[in-house]
């Protein structure tokens, strides 16, 4: 199905990316306003804020509600932001444009359940306001699609795609693994639909978000949607992943827009396989370490020691045999086989110690 689209019209500036930011969550009135007030400050045009949390299990801040309304209103008539909060039923919609919410944001644990989307997009029938999807938690885009195609019958026209990542059981470097092919695929089905990145929410840990933001804007993203604290480690939610507004205003002025025009699309293409390939390397890399970590508890268990010379012997060998009928040095495959026997060693030692 075509979706009918039409621009989705926000603030931005020449020189840097559209950008939304603000706090995982609206948690008091003061950090609200403070965390606003600095972003304004910086040159930001649109302000995110949860004002409803989706929480893995009950206990967490599950955000202040109707309560927190007020005080994103005060943002706009302060700031001049425009104001965006996560909805995920038809009343948090009544309550968010009763309030004047600019834009809204759908949450991945949303996008994922059709009959939450179906009963969205009824709600919003007859109304004009940018409505941004997140991707479902499981990496399905059809699913994805579907959400948005549910939107768009309802008469939404203004509307965009957030690629924040997909959950998966394993112990890994990201919270949500970027899986890029997903959102460059959702591109190239609906060219014309606007993709930001949620570098927050991919990366988990505040460290990763400026490698993200910059491998989203290498990938050609139409923008960002990033947590930013006036206290993060103080935060309710996310704390680990948010930033002040400085430090956000220091990544984004040290992103580099690529003119996708001067590099030839060839070697774009081409680099983008690499970034996918060494994102798989990662990935694999990770998942052999967690058997590390198994085969570390398992010689606890049965007193065994960590290091067993034939056993690397042998994966030396084999590797070597591999790497050689593949047009490898076999001094290259022994290096990087070598190293990764040293980490698997040290966090064989680490459970083993335990
Ligand atoms: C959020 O943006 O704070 C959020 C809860 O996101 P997601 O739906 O991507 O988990
Ligand atoms: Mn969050």
Known sequence: MELDLQPLNLPSDNERPFVIAGPCSAETEEQVMNTARQLAMKGCHNFRAGVWKPRTKPGGFEGNGEKALPWMKKVKEETHMLISTEVATPEHVELALKYDMDILWIGARTTANPFAMQALADSLKGVDVPVFVKNPVNPDLELWIGALERLNQAGVKRLGAIHRGFSSYEQKIYRNAPMWQIPIELHRRIP????????????????????LCQQAM???????????????????????QQVTPDVLDYILALLIIRDEHVTTEGISQLRKQIDELDNQLMDLLAKRMNVCREIGRYKKEHNMTVLQASRYNEILEKRGVQGSLTGMAPEFVAKVFESIHEESVRQQIEIVNK
């Open 192 to 211: 014309n639909l606007p993709i930001i990145s949620d570098p927050s929410h991919i990366g988990g840990r505040r460290e990763l978000i400026a490698p």
């Open 218 to 240: 290498d990938l050609g993203f139409d923008g960002l949607i990033v947590e930013s604290h006036c206290d993060p480690d103080k935060a309710w939610s996310d704390a680990k």
